[in-house]
Each structure stands twice: as structure tokens, then as C-alpha cells.
């Protein structure tokens, strides 16, 4: 069965769609100054943990002009789109860099020496319909079989030019997070990759990522240099991957500790992260019982005993005799005191039943 759902039950509510970028030419095959064209997303339909995903080509929407940043930063701008297009069941995207920003002038000038910058295009669902189990539907020219999300109206709202994004296909990447439903144990955990920025490289392995920089412009390789420190930081980048696979929500610091202390590898994160969480669980469900109240008894109305009616003494003796007035008024005296104020309607006895 095929069910258009509620935006608050879809698997995901935004998702970033790798793929590479291409500076604009002119017609004589130079460099267009200031220009680049993305073709953010080929309609592919992308295997999640919890099943499939696939975008509608025809029903993405997007302003002419939206923001570009680096890294997703919102306060590093490099530049705008001007235009977006769909095409041959492509969505494209073309904008220009700032003239101003350092962080245009940067990104520029990266490419220039031949750095593969990727474009990260933020989407997120408008319409979404489900397939069931055993369901199907026919997305882009492409069958789906369920189970299965199909955004079929979605609107980009975002780009950025990221350091390290998709292969030359394009990618869907889990935006954040927060933002997917979390595999469970025993799922597959690589949907729940930690994203490696630009910003986090600069803060956490500032050498590997100069390293990365000089061989993405080819100087060691041309120069037939430092091959062997190439090869390194190749395999210290794959541990690094290897063990941001392992990042659960709750336990992001934990995973960037483990990614560049050099030397832990993706299955051992994968045990400290795990130990991590049936810890923190554990710690949760001890805090709950000790945070318990225990119940409080209340007396039922049979709890309440009969209030005493007072029998009548007229003198000492007849009091005397009498324990429950003994017991309640202590001498003849205030008893009688008690009597007489009662038949001058000074004192009215009140009991727990109506009309008494």
C-alpha cells in the first residue's frame, strides 16, 4: 500500500544531497570568472537502514537565489545561486561566488590549484508518500519496491562547498543526526556517519589536512615527493572515516576523541561507543528508580470510627461511671460547664454524616 504521510512520521526530515562542482566555461572552454554549476541530484534512488529513498525530480522546488556557505557555516558565505533547472531528470543548480568574502576568494582560489571541492545541497520533504512492504512505485523512470519514502514534493534551501562530500555520483547524506530516525542495534550503523567538515579537520588534525590539500593539487606526486608521507595521511583519512561510522546521537564527543587520537580503529570504536551508551542507559533507569515515590495509603471511610455520643450524667457519680466521658472531658465540672452551654446553643457537635 501506498500512504501519503505526515511530515512528523517520515524517516528523515532533511538530508543533503552530494555531488561534485564543475566551474561554468565559456564558450571557448575557459573558465567562466565567478561562476560554478552543480548537478545536485540524478534522481538515484539511495538505500537507507531502514529502507529506501528517493526524490521526485519534478516535485523539487527552490528559490532562484539561495545561500552558499562553506562547511554549512551561516556566517561563511562564499556565494549565491542564480538559477536552478531541471534537466534529462537531473536536478541542476548554478551560482556565482562573492567578490568580497575571504572564504569565496578561498574556495576559488583551492580550485584553482585543483582542489575537488563537492557541493552538500540541503533538502527537505514537503509531501511524502510511503510504500509498504511489498508496495511499489515508478520514481524518476525508476521502479521503487517497499518498504520505502518518496519525497514527492521536497524544496532546497540550502548549498554548501564542503571539503570532503560524495564520489563523482551523487549521494544522499544524512544532514544531521538528529534529523533520522537512529538505526537500531544490529542495523546498519553506516547511516549514522559522523560528517567530517573542513572545520573539523582544521580544529582536530590541522597536518592531515594540509597534507590532503597538497596531494588533492598533485605537488607531492608531481614532484615524486614524499610518496610514502602521501600514503599515510591516505590511511590515517580511512581510519578516520572508519571511525566516524561508529558515531551514535549522544556520543558525538566521544567519536571526534576516538577519531583523531591516532591509533583507534573502526571496530574498537564501535566497542567504546556501544559500552558508552549501555552505560548511559543504564545510568537512566537507576536515576528513574531512585527518583521513584512510593505510594500513599488512605484511610477508607470504614477507617473512621463513629464519633461518641456522650451519655447524659446528672451528678458525679453517674459521670464517674462513665469511662468515654471520663476519658473526654476529665472531671464533672467541665462536663457540666460543656452541657450547659450545649442547651444554650453555644456549642453544636459536628459529625461526618449528613444531617447528624
Known amino acids: 500500500m501506498n500512504n501519503i504521510i505526515d511530515l512528523s512520521q517520515a524517516q528523515a526530515n532533511q538530508v543533503t544531497l552530494s555531488a561534485p562542482v564543475v566551474l561554468r566555461k565559456t564558450t571557448d572552454g575557459q573558465t567562466k570568472a565567478g561562476e560554478f554549476e552543480i548537478t545536485a541530484y540524478t ?189 599515510g595521511a591516505a590511511d590515517e583519512l580511512a581510519r578516520i572515516k572508519a571511525v566516524s561510522e561508529q558515531a551514535m546521537a549522544g556520543h558525538e564527543d566521544l567519536a571526534a576523541k576516538l577519531m583523531f587520537d591516532g591509533k583507534t580503529t573502526g571496530p574498537e570504536a564501535a566497542v567504546q561507543i556501544l559500552a558508552a551508551e549501555k552505560k548511559s542507559k543504564e545510568t537512566a533507569l537507576k536515576n528513574l528508580a531512585d527518583g521513584g515515590i512510593d505510594p500513599v495509603s488512605q484511610a477508607t471511610p470504614a477507617d473512621t470510627p463513629e464519633p461518641r455520643k456522650p451519655a447524659d450524667p446528672t451528678n458525679a457519680d453517674e459521670f464517674a461511671s462513665n469511662k468515654d466521658l471520663v476519658e473526654e472531658f476529665g472531671d464533672f465540672e467541665t462536663y457540666a460547664a460543656f452541657k450547659q452551654a450545649s442547651e444554650k446553643g453555644l456549642v453544636r457537635i459536628l459529625t461526618g454524616k449528613k444531617g447528624a
Not at 525530480?57 to 556566517?75: C, L
Not at 544524512?174 to 553506516?190: H, L
Open 43 to 231: 534522481g538515484a534512488v539511495v538505500d537507507r537502514w531502514w529502507g529506501k529513498l528517493a526524490i521526485d525530480v519534478d516535485g523539487i522546488q527552490a528559490k532562484a537565489s539561495f545561500p552558499v556557505f562553506r562547511e554549512h557555516a551561516r556566517d561563511v558565505v562564499v556565494g549565491y545561486s542564480t538559477a536552478n533547472r531541471k534537466e534529462d531528470g537531473k536536478f541542476m543548480v548554478s551560482g556565482k561566488f562573492s567578490t568580497v568574502t575571504d572564504a569565496a576568494k578561498e574556495v576559488q582560489a583551492l580550485a584553482g590549484e585543483g582542489f575537488p571541492w563537492q557541493a552538500s545541497i540541503g533538502v527537505r520533504p514537503l509531501k511524502i508518500m510511503a510504500l509498504e512492504h511489498g508496495a511499489s512505485a515508478t520514481v524518476n523512470g525508476q521502479k521503487m519496491e517497499g518498504p520505502a519514502e518518496v519525497w514527492m514534493e521536497s524544496e532546497v534551501f540550502e548549498t554548501s562547498f564542503v571539503a570532503l562530500g560524495a564520489d563523482s555520483n551523487t549521494q544522499v547524506a544524512c544532514f544531521s543526526q538528529v534529523n533520522e530516525t537512529p538505526a537500531p542495534a544490529g542495523k546498519n550503523r553506516k547511516e549514522q556517519d559522523m560528517e567530517i567538515t573542513m572545520s573539523l579537520l582544521e580544529s582536530k588534525a590541522p597536518e592531515l589536512l594540509a597534507q590532503l590539500r597538497k596531494d588533492a593539487a598533485g605537488e607531492a606526486f608531481k614532484k615524486g615527493e614524499d610518496a610514502g608521507r602521501a600514503a
